[in-house]
């Protein structure tokens, strides 16, 4: 087959994003020219399905025919007007809606805890992380007279791929090359369950996946560093966190109760609390609440939203804050209080009306219901790849799903990074019309919620075919 006219141009003009270009220019690139619900297809009119909702962006499918229509309807009225000295028709509902989505139920477990009011928008998952970094930072210096505001994350931590959210950030492999160009932030242990150095007790997988011994060591690791901070005279300005599941880290999802518990030390220590749901927003995490960390009653000061909030449609992002930090910037002109951050592209018309047409999508009942049987669907098939040996760990959260491949099973022995065994995976997965991207050794489904039971099974079914191409396995277990 001829190569598309598309691929001959990125090959010789376009570096993609976290793609060693040496191995990309080797093949031919697959080209997506259109999208229908969870295919998508190429220029060779080859069909696929799309596993990982574009890089965990699209909710309700591609062309999805309410959301086209909206953005078609302000496309009809304006592409773009600045945020700088205008106000919008969309941002504003849109922030509106936002704030209400976000509301939490007067439920007793949520009493005491800060209401989210105000929206910033931004443009990008990083930006919205740049945002809290800086308000959280402001904030401290301003009410709690903190000469030199601290932070602390998660090891493992991804918040995006700007210097402030790398500084942020806890990948050795992404963000070691920049340690010297960025601001300390301080490391504290995350839940693994799966590699949990506490838990020793290693027979089989269905103990490991339990927690019986769970001692909430890790918890206690997150109680030790306000400790410590305190001591030192170092108070920690805001606790950031990935609520429920940490993403790029590996799909590592956090024990039922960490969120709640670490949330509470971080407020004890006077520590605003950062939820960084660029991921997990919009109902991925499963259930009716829109958002993760409310799954364990816990309302952050900073609610960090990008990736779904247009629906997958367009870069648009929000950090939404509380009255208190709002009023934090709040004086006379010459005070010079005010919030000097911005985009030129911040509460983008057409990205807003699209995002409050997401909104609406993801408020219909029986878009609830197919969810749920979805979520419901795709455990049944995964349980299937448990059989395999070189699967190590299942995990589901919602409509996420990490599968973590290992030499051994028995022994957990990671493959080393460079056999680049997750990338031969997912390619043999596309041979099979399913794309998807690998985070080392974990395969990632992350399928759009249209997802019909019968497109979910052949997602599940291409990875388990695409085990048996790489990793072909001679023994039962
Ligand atoms: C993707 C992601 C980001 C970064 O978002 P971009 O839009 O890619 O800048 C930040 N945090 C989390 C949890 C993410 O998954």
Redesign the pocket.
Known sequence: MPLPAAARLDHRYVWHPFTQMQDWLRTEPIVLVSGRGAVLRDAHGREYLDANASI?TNLHGHQHPRLNAALRAQLGRVAHTSALGFASEPASQLAAQLVRAAQTPRATRFRGQPRLRKVFFSD???TA?EVALKLAFEFARRTRGLTHPRFLSLQGA????TVG?VSLGHIDLFHAAYSKLLFRTSPVMAPYCYRCPFNRARADRAEARTYRKCGWECVGKVEQSFDLAARRRQPIAAFAV?PHIQ??AGLIAQPEGWLQRTAAIARHHGALLIA?E??TGFGRTGGSSLFASHHEQVQPDLLCL??GLTGGYLPMAATLTTQAIFDAFLGDYAEFKTFFHGHSFTGNPLGAAVALASLAELRRPEGLAHRRRLEQHLTRELATLWSHPHVGDLRQTGLIAGIELVQDWTTRQPFPLAARVGIRVCEAMARRGVLTRPIGNVIVLMPPYCTTLRQASRMVSALAESLEEVLPHHRGR
Do not use: F, P, Q
Not at 158 to 161: E, K, L, N, R, T
């Open positions: 965990w990008n998952g990083s992380l991804y918040h995006g791929d959210a990935e993403g790029a960084d660029v991921m990008a990736k």
